[in-house]
């Protein structure tokens, strides 16, 4: 492989990579500081990119990207919804709600379960405009979503440092704790939530707007490689403050979309690529276990060889 291959692989890696960051980002704010598994979150992604769609090619490019977060919190709200005023199961509701927007999704595309993009004005097309004489002319695409993750990750440094976000942190926490303390845990969760998919449904529309299309199938799988790149991340910067977790996060998922990207350049076939991500997702997972019982295996090795 040719180093400008290379480079252009890191490159593609690195742009897909921090796309889908903002949808780590969100399982960062619900799974790791709410303590909620979302498993809406493909449909949620899918939401966002077809919403964001449909804006920009009635001729908002920008109003999409706040329509589709919009649209998020309304995905977000219905799931919390569900289960802190409904008592239904935290899984459950994410699954229903799942279920449910794929028939939304196809609704706000117009029936269609393609929307093209192609002659549509996005917020890449207009970037490219914007630094058409510029060094950074070759860079629109990279330099819109390093801003955008940028943005994120500022607020949500920002957030979970507030009253309301160290509530939401306590409630992941301590629920029962957070009850005695005259905080209302609906409302922390809710706001988590609706938070949480505001940033899967930025994450649809940027990719559907770099990509140029849409299609109902966006977001199949997004919860495993959003997971997966979570855990990743954690393995790397998973302790201290809010802001290196989650330049841990953004890292882990630009490793898992390179090693994704790497597969593909080697001519796997496509249906092999499911099997890629799971197991990726099970180093992920099961790496900090065998790290912290490697010293015991090697011993029992060693006493093994002894004999």
Do not use: W
């Given at each position: 492989?040719?180093?400008?291959a290379?480079l252009?692989?890191?490159?593609?890696?690195l742009?897909?990579?921090?796309?889908?960051?903002?949808?780590?980002?969100?399982?960062?704010?619900?799974?790791?500081?709410?303590?909620?598994?979302?498993?809406?979150?493909?449909?949620?992604?899918?939401?966002?990119?077809?919403?964001?769609?449909?804006?920009?090619?009635?001729?908002?490019p920008?109003?999409?990207?706040?329509a589709?977060?919009?649209?998020?919190?309304?995905?977000g709200?219905?799931?919390?919804?569900?289960q802190t005023?409904?008592?239904?199961?935290?899984?459950?509701?994410g699954i229903?709600?799942n279920?449910?927007?794929y028939?939304?999704?196809?609704?706000?595309?117009?029936?269609?379960?393609?929307?093209?993009?192609?002659?549509?004005?996005?917020?890449?097309?207009?970037?490219?405009?914007?630094?058409a004489?510029?060094?950074?002319?070759?860079q629109f695409?990279?330099?819109?979503?390093?801003?955008?993750?940028?943005?994120?990750?500022?607020?949500?440094?920002?957030?979970?440092?507030?009253r309301?976000?160290l509530?939401?942190?306590?409630?992941?926490?301590?629920?029962?704790?957070?009850?005695?303390?005259?905080?209302?845990?609906?409302?922390?969760?809710?706001?988590?939530?609706?938070?949480?998919?505001?940033?899967?449904g930025?994450s649809?529309?940027?990719?559907a707007?770099?990509?140029?299309?849409?299609?109902i199938?966006i977001?199949?799988?997004?919860?495993?490689?959003a997971?997966?790149?979570?855990?990743?991340?954690?393995?790397?910067?998973?302790r201290g403050?809010i802001?290196?977790?989650?330049?841990?996060?953004?890292?882990?998922?630009?490793?898992?979309?390179?090693?994704?990207?790497?597969?593909?350049?080697?001519?796997?076939?496509a249906?092999?690529l499911?099997?890629?991500?799971s197991?990726?997702?099970?180093l992920?997972i099961?790496g900090?276990?065998?790290?912290?019982?490697?010293?015991?295996?090697y011993?029992?090795?060693?006493?093994k060889?002894?004999?």
């Amino acid at each position: 492989m040719t180093l400008p291959a290379m480079l252009s692989l890191g490159q593609t890696a690195l742009e897909l990579g921090l796309i889908c960051s903002l949808t780590v980002l969100a399982l960062f704010l619900s799974y790791s500081m709410l303590n909620v598994c979302d498993l809406s979150t493909d449909g949620c992604f899918t939401l966002g990119a077809a919403v964001g769609a449909v804006v920009a090619i009635s001729g908002h490019p920008f109003l999409s990207i706040p329509a589709a977060m919009l649209a998020g919190v309304c995905s977000g709200f219905v799931t919390a919804l569900l289960q802190t005023r409904m008592g239904v199961d935290s899984l459950l509701a994410g699954i229903i709600v799942n279920t449910a927007l794929y028939s939304i999704n196809i609704a706000v595309m117009g029936g269609s379960s393609l929307l093209n993009m192609n002659r549509t004005d996005t917020v890449f097309t207009m970037a490219k405009k914007f630094f058409a004489d510029t060094p950074l002319a070759g860079q629109f695409e990279l330099v819109v979503v390093i801003i955008a993750v940028i943005l994120v990750i500022a607020f949500l440094t920002l957030f979970l440092g507030t009253r309301l976000g160290l509530a939401i942190r306590a409630t992941g926490n301590n629920p029962d704790m957070v009850r005695s303390s005259s905080i209302n845990p609906v409302f922390t969760t809710t706001v988590g939530l609706c938070v949480a998919n505001a940033f899967t449904g930025l994450s649809g529309c940027l990719l559907a707007q770099a990509q140029k299309s849409v299609d109902i199938n966006i977001g199949q799988g997004i919860v495993t490689i959003a997971l997966a790149s979570l855990l990743i991340g954690s393995t790397f910067l998973g302790r201290g403050g809010i802001l290196p977790r989650a330049i841990g996060v953004v890292l882990g998922s630009f490793i898992f979309r390179l090693v994704y990207t790497i597969a593909l350049r080697f001519n796997m076939p496509a249906f092999m690529l499911k099997l890629v991500s799971s197991v990726i997702v099970v180093l992920a997972i099961s790496g900090p276990y065998l790290k912290s019982h490697f010293p015991m295996i090697y011993r029992r090795l060693t006493a093994k060889k002894g004999e």
